[in-house]
């Protein structure tokens, strides 16, 4: 890890203190630091963050927060006029959220040798940076931000997230997308499964790029005798191998941590890839964004080689990206058609999270349009069918 430099006043024969500087956003150490406490005022913290100074707290622990919190509230009066396309609209959008994490990653806090935070009314944060960031390395210095975050995640770890169509809870790690969006999960649940009816259920499903491993635990519940998750991010196959351990499902999925594909072929093989083809700017994000949509490629690209005959490829998708012209729905249909794969059929569902009705969102009017959809696809002659529409009801 980089190394940071600051003094704790500004006389010249102070001593230089030395950490290192962790940032999961990859951000850069910063240039000047300078020593904040209870008496800085919220004004000045604002202009020295936005010049490129940071400040690293000594005050108070709720004091940090509160400053924090008033960080933000200055950065948001300046919001960004609307744009004149929806695209247009969500490149606005994300630059002023660029801002707005860089204006608050700079107010930094000091994690000693073995994580503990030395301010006055401050928590114990070592087993949540553990979780993180595994063992200490030293002294490390944080932004407050990242470290709230951290703080956040350890108590979503703990507690898990109901998953209601699963009949029990996930606990999603740090740096791993959560299963708080369930329509995705519905869908899965809802969708006929190849073979359904006279014939077998599929003994074997790969789940592409598994996360927490709600799916692949999911489609073990459904029946699926042998189920193969993969991903590419080390967070996410430890996360996904304890909530498979948790929900005794262990024997029936396994979870590989190298390649987008399994090797071999299945009878389904499920992708639920990132939404908006951007750029990520934390390691959360990488569960919502990916930049030029190169999961979905690779997964469209690879599909028709890990089918068994008669099987299928379920794509589980938003159409946001369409709404806010990112890509169209006929660019979709040609990458099918490029790969030779013909959709069967598509179950489609209206969102539930709060941001869909919420109108001071400024992406409110995509938002509340967008349609989440799994396409069952499989190799096949001919084009895409754009007329498939099964819809399921959001209830």
Not at 34 to 55: I, K, N, P, S
Not at 86 to 96: G, I, K, S, V, Y
Not at 232 to 246: G, H, L, Q, S
Not at 282 to 291: H, K, L, N
Request: proline share 8%; hydrophobic share 45%.
């Amino acid at each position: 890890m980089p190394r940071i430099e600051w003094t704790e006043n500004d006389h010249a024969n102070s001593p230089v203190q030395y950490a290192h500087w962790h940032s999961e956003s990859g951000a850069a150490p910063p240039r000047r630091i300078v020593v904040a406490d209870d008496r800085t005022r919220a004004a000045a913290a604002h202009r020295l963050a936005c010049e490129g100074t940071a400040l690293l707290w000594r005050g108070d622990f709720h004091g940090a927060r509160q400053l924090l919190g008033a960080l933000g509230r200055r950065v948001d009066r300046k919001t960004p006029a609307p744009g004149a396309t929806p695209a247009d609209a969500f490149h606005l959008h994300r630059r002023a959220r660029g801002h707005r994490a860089r204006v608050l990653g700079m107010l930094l806090v000091l994690l000693d040798g073995e994580y503990r935070l030395g301010l006055r009314r401050a928590p114990d944060v070592r087993t949540a940076c553990r979780e993180a960031y595994g063992p200490p390395d030293g002294p490390t210095v944080v932004s407050l931000r990242e470290l709230l975050g951290v703080i956040g995640a350890h108590e979503w770890r703990t507690k898990g997230v109901r998953v209601p169509a699963l009949g029990a809870r996930i606990h999603p790690h740090y740096g791993v997308f959560s299963p708080v969006r369930g329509e995705y999960v519905d869908l899965v649940a809802r969708a006929p499964l190849p073979g359904s009816g006279a014939a077998p259920r599929p003994r074997t499903a790969f789940d592409v790029g598994t996360g927490t491993g709600v799916l692949a635990a999911l489609l073990a519940r459904r029946g699926v005798e042998r189920v193969v998750a993969t991903d590419i991010n080390p967070r996410a196959v430890a996360c996904a191998r304890d909530n498979v351990e948790r929900l005794g499902l262990a024997g029936r999925v396994e979870v590989l941590g190298a390649g987008l594909f399994p090797p071999g072929r299945a009878a389904l093989v499920v992708c639920n890839p990132p939404w908006l083809p951007a750029r990520p700017t934390s390691a959360v994000e990488q569960g919502v964004y990916d930049p030029g949509g190169a999961m979905l490629h690779g997964f469209l690209a690879g599909l028709a080689a890990h089918l068994e005959p008669a099987g299928e490829g379920w794509l589980v998708l938003s159409d946001l990206a369409e709404r806010l012209r990112l890509r169209s729905r006929e660019a979709l249909l040609a990458d099918f058609d490029a790969v030779g794969l013909r959709v069967v059929d598509r179950l489609d569902i209206a969102p539930r999270h709060p941001r869909a009705a919420d109108p001071t969102d400024p992406l409110h009017a995509a938002r509340a349009a967008e349609v989440t959809s799994l396409w069952r696809l499989a190799p096949g002659l001919g084009s895409a069918d754009a007329t498939v529409d099964g819809t399921l009801a959001d209830q």
